[in-house]
């Protein structure tokens, strides 16, 4: 396999997390605004302050320009006083004048509601897609892969919280249109475009644009979401992308709501939906010991996967390693994972994985019928694909995924 | 994404020892982490004593 890192760009993260650890805190900046709006020197003083935290969100001028976009938000509705409602995700958001949603990435000024990381890419990568992961789609290939700040959850282990809950103005990022997210996916020799490392629904602007300017190129798209977003907006995106991971965080409202500061229900009627447009999809499940990985839970959800998704959704189950909030428990151990895949086969899945765990006989793909091994993976790298015209050459058996 | 080492590395070797998927390897003049096997864990980052690994 070719190392995919020739001639590929790859922009740092640029997170000021230094800058951020040394200011002051959200509250204590809006304690300090305060003042200096009593002092009647805003406009002067706002240029010199480090820009950052919902007690910004209204200053106007060109500080804030070169951060945030004024590109409008799509999915939402005017009401009275200038507030509006959002209506792109299950929280839906009653947003008044000056002040953000949940996401801290969409924002009411005098009535309008704005995207503000629209164009605004803060991490710019190129990753093997097996990286997302994405197992039945394209394999051993690149994907040119792009984030904004924010997300919709607040998962306390997450491995890219410096950037999913950032507000947009306390990180930096590059100017990136759709179109230059295109021509620089297609420049680089990459397949397809991943919106992926925080939560791409809440760039839902940019990420669809991005995808329609890759259609136009021959270039694919897939998101890697949490998969917590209302059906219209999620329908018109079907249209758009080519493949979608799924982070199924666990199988209980309790765990949802506690760990993730989430909710299950709807991420369920999303996976729904992406069955009946009929996109490819896979599901991740994070174990961690003692929240989530119980062998009922997995059962549990493998049955509901396969009665309502059917046997052919693969499900990789992952490694947790200690970061962000969850520092107080250990890694996954490799038995846990073991027993999650065999437990989710049984269950009847037709292709459970294991991830983060490189070298391991369940990271590569088995054909359901005849168990020759199609994909034998190492890692990310691939060191065979004997899967022919989308079927095993064995038995016949077909495959399902995105393999030409 | 990936974890990156930069110039403040003095070869410690504390992030090897702790690397999940052995991603990192002694190069000259600093560690390096190959990019295509490194799962973000931030393992390495948490033990670098010299603040020496960045999310990338």
Redesign the interface.
């Known amino acids: 396999m070719i190392p995919p890192e020739n001639g590929i760009i790859s922009f740092s993260v640029l997170i000021h997390r230094k800058r951020i650890a040394t200011e002051l805190s959200v509250e204590s900046r809006r304690e300090f605004l305060g003042k200096v709006v009593k002092g009647a020197c805003l406009a002067c003083m706002a240029s010199a302050l480090p820009l950052g935290g919902k007690a910004f969100s209204y200053l106007q001028g060109s500080a804030r320009a070169a951060t945030l976009s004024d590109h409008e938000a799509m999915y939402y509705a005017k009401a009275a006083n200038n507030r509006v409602d959002c209506k792109l995700c299950p929280w839906q958001c009653r947003v008044v004048d000056g002040t953000r949603g949940r996401c801290n990435v969409r924002e009411n000024r005098g009535g309008t509601y704005y995207a503000l990381t629209y164009g605004k890419a803060c991490t710019v990568h190129t990753d093997p897609i097996e990286k997302k992961p994405l197992f039945h789609y394209l394999p051993g290939t690149n994907a040119f892969s792009i984030a904004t700040a924010g997300c919709n959850f607040g998962c306390e282990f997450c491995q890219n919280w410096e950037i999913s809950q950032a507000q947009p103005e306390d990180i930096s990022n590059v100017d990136m249109p759709p179109a230059e997210v295109a021509r620089l996916a297609k420049e680089n020799g990459a397949r397809s475009i991943a919106y992926t490392y925080s939560e791409p629904l809440i760039f839902f602007e940019y990420m669809l644009d991005a995808a329609r300017a890759a259609k136009e190129r021959g270039i694919g798209s897939v998101m890697i979401s949490n998969g917590y977003v209302r059906k219209e907006p999620m329908k018109e995106l079907c249209g758009a992308l080519s493949a979608v991971k799924i982070d199924f965080k666990g199988f209980t409202d309790k765990y949802y709501e506690d760990v993730c500061h989430g909710q299950l229900r709807p991420v369920q009627d999303t996976l729904v939906l992406l069955k009946e447009a009929g996109i490819w999809f896979e599901m991740v499940v994070l174990l961690i010991p003692t929240l989530n990985d119980s062998q009922g839970e997995i059962r549990e959800m493998s049955g509901w996967v396969k009665a309502n998704l059917g046997p052919d959704v693969p499900i990789h189950f992952t490694r947790f390693y200690p970061t962000y909030k969850m520092l107080n428990l250990p890694p996954t151990p490799i038995r846990t994972l073991e027993m999650a895949r065999n437990t989710a086969m049984e269950e009847g899945i037709n292709f459970a994985y294991v991830g983060n765990l490189a070298g391991h006989e369940g990271e590569s793909t088995y054909c359901p019928s005849c168990k020759t091994m199609l994909i034998k993976r190492i890692g990310y790298y691939i060191e065979f694909n004997k899967i022919k015209d989308g079927s095993c050459p064995s038995c016949s058996c077909r495959i399902p995924g995105v393999w030409s | 994404?990936?974890h990156?080492i930069n110039s403040k590395c003095k070869k410690v070797g504390e992030c090897k020892k702790v690397c999940?998927?052995?991603a990192i390897s002694e190069g000259d003049p600093i560690f390096v982490i190959d990019?295509?096997?490194c799962?973000?864990?931030?393992?390495c980052k948490s033990v670098c004593p010299h603040d020496a690994i960045?999310?990338?």
């Open positions: 994404m990936a990156k999940p998927v052995d990019p295509n096997v799962i973000d864990c931030g393992a960045d999310a990338e």
